[in-house]
Nanobody, 123 residues
Framework: VQLQASGGGSVQAGGSLTLSCVASGRTFSSYYMGWFRQAPGKEREFVTMISSNGAVAFYQDSVRGRFTVSRDNAKNTVYLQMNSLKPEDTAIYFC?????????????????WGQGTLVTVSS
């Protein structure tokens, strides 16, 4: 699938943003979907993943309780609701997808990657 992310922007600490990612293709409902991020000068890191039917989600420890991932298979869209944002959440956020959750969790280069959307959180 091809992925198109949107919704990034600038926000003050404590604020909220919602990212969206629209997928092309008919196989979206069979894909695990997720988000990675890359902060300036740092390596890309896993943020969250949601199962194909939306029943199960995993989060990186630093975002658990603040971020919520969801999906609408009828709209081929996955969302990332980000609350209580912190300056350390500043990064480019990438939407990802793959039928294999283990490949998605490790950020395999051969999974589907969106183009990234920038989130900037100021203190």
């Amino acid at each position: 699938v091809q992925l198109q992310a949107s919704g990034g922007g600038s926000v003050q600490a404590g604020g909220s943003l919602t990212l969206s990612c629209v997928a092309s293709g008919r196989t979206f409902s069979s894909y695990y979907m997720g988000w990675f991020r890359q902060a300036p000068g740092k390596e890309r890191e896993f943020v969250t993943m949601i199962s194909s039917n939306g029943a199960v989600a995993f989060y990186q420890d630093s975002v658990r309780g603040r971020f919520t991932v969801s999906r609408d298979n009828a709209k081929n869209t996955v969302y990332l609701q980000m609350n209580s944002l912190k300056p350390e959440d500043t990064a480019i956020y990438f939407c990802v997808g793959d039928p294999d959750y283990s490949r998605l969790l490790r950020g395999d280069p051969n999974i589907s990657w969106g183009q990234g959307t920038l989130v900037t959180v100021s203190s």
